[in-house]
């Protein structure tokens, strides 16, 4: 793996839509930003006239159940950031400001596609300073029922393989795998749309989730019929977006990992709790500069925990 350079966007990018959950309308802007600030959310449009940095790392998940939140929601928070995290590690975004004035990141039409687009829109560019990746030493695993994922070594890249196991005939038992690169996750990954079945939401309509909802941002099945009058974006686009998912999920390391994921009959709360229990083994991780032993997983583990504690909110 050779040293390459730290990224940003050549300018800043906006997107308007709706939250998935909430339907409230929300702006995002993605601001260029300088080398090692990593991704950030400036959650603007709190009571008061406050706003609040949340920076996007494992750390700061507080929610897993529909969708993955980062933030405190008495404090102010933001919700459904996978499909936006997901676009950002996929086209290899380090550094970006990301400025939403809503608690929800926009739904769009239920995949990155439209954060792809906006991102080669304004174009990546280059920073001078060397990248930096997370480099996996040895096997993390986590097991939920009869689900488990975990974090293995590698040589190089990021390697995930991901598998689902549905009863219901539409779906069944299907896997992906991929070695994640720009090319790959364009055209393989980034049009894969959520999806849900109709009797599910309506009853999460009732409980006052999934209120954005419709057929223009989610796959919807009855049964073993998809409702949707264009059908599937591919053939098994079922899994293609429960790997986007893990990678949305699994940006929030902070770093590009070096390394090999797989998980069967994950989601949101699994992909966070591997990183959670890869960061709590300082000797199953290390900070690499390219081929160069940058810090060891110990001293990193320390490092980001006194950083997480000064991260300053701005008023």
């Known amino acids: 793996m050779k040293a390459v350079k730290q990224t940003t966007l050549r300018r800043r990018a906006c997107i308007s839509g709706a939250g998935v ?35 996007a790392i494992w750390s700061q998940v507080t929610m897993t159940e529909l969708c993955t939140v980062i933030g405190d929601s008495s404090e102010g928070s933001v919700a ?22 809503g608690p929800e990141v926009p739904i769009m039409d239920g995949s990155a596609l439209r954060f792809v687009e906006a991102i080669d829109e304004v174009g990546i560019v280059e920073i001078s300073a060397q990248r930096r990746f997370l480099k996996i030493l040895k096997p993390v695993r986590i097991d939920m029922g009869s689900g488990f994922s975990e ?6 890249g990021f390697h995930l393989n991901v598998e689902i196991d549905f009863s219901a005939g539409i779906i069944g038992r299907q896997s992906t795998s991929i070695d994640l690169t720009p ?27 999934a209120l954005g909802s419709s057929l223009e941002n989610s796959v919807a099945l009855d049964d073993d019929k998809v409702i949707n ?15 986007l998912d893990a990678i949305g999920d699994l940006a929030l390391a902070g770093l590009p990992i070096v390394g090999a994921y797989r998980s069967y009959c994950g989601g ?17 991780y290390d900070v690499i500069e390219g081929q160069r032993n940058w810090v060891s997983g110990r001293q990193a583990q320390a490092a980001w925990a006194g950083a997480a504690a000064l991260a300053p909110d701005v008023n």
């Open 80 to 101: 459904t950031i996978e499909h936006l995290m997901s676009a950002l590690s996929g086209l290899g975004v380090d550094n970006v400001l990301l400025e939403i004035d």
């Open 268 to 284: 949101h709360k699994m992909n966070v709790a591997v990183l959670e229990a890869l960061f709590s083994d300082g000797t199953a």
């Open 183 to 209: 090319a790959v996750f364009r055209r393989e990954i980034s049009r894969a749309r959520t999806f849900g079945f109709i009797r599910d939401v309506e009853r999460l309509w009732k409980a006052g989730f």
């Open 229 to 243: 009058p264009e059908g599937l974006r591919y053939s098994d686009e079922f899994v293609r977006h429960k790997t």
């Open 151 to 156: 974090l293995r070594p590698a040589p190089s």
């Open 21 to 55: 959950h909430s339907n409230a309308p929300v702006k995002l802007t993605l601001h260029p930003a300088e080398a090692d600030h990593g991704i950030v959310f400036l959650r603007t449009g709190l009571p008061g006239g406050e706003n609040r940095v949340i920076e």
